[in-house]
């Protein structure tokens, strides 16, 4: 089933007005990463909660420092205080590179480790 499709009968079939308010706002971004995420873990439902975890995720890093939890490549579960907060993070950007958006994962500076780290789009597991 195509992406939109199946966002369309969520509007529908779905009671709380809260998620058809959400599923009716989402963005291009937040679309694509639904599409990804569904086609890497073959279910369209764990696709849109995990796009909207990683929508809350940078919407709060780019004010602040988010608390999340993911699961890294070895499956451990890597509980992690970031942000992208351009007056947090200015002198640890140089600007160069290609944003990690275009490989499916969303870049974060490590407020504990005080470097740079970045998790997939489907192995977000909670924002807390």
Known sequence: MHILNYICILA????????????ATTDTMTLTRMAVIGKRTNSALMAGAKAMMVENVKNQMRTG??????????????E???????ALVERYVNGNGISR???????????????WRSFRWENIVAVL
């Open 12 to 23: 529908v079939d779905k009671e709380d007005r809260d998620m058809n308010t959400m599923l």
């Open 101 to 115: 958006e275009c490989y499916a994962t969303t870049a974060y500076f490590d407020v504990e480790k005080a470097a």
């Open 65 to 78: 420092v988010a608390h999340f939890v993911y699961m890294k490549k070895s499956g451990e579960l890597r």
């Open 80 to 86: 992690a205080f970031g942000t992208t907060s351009k």
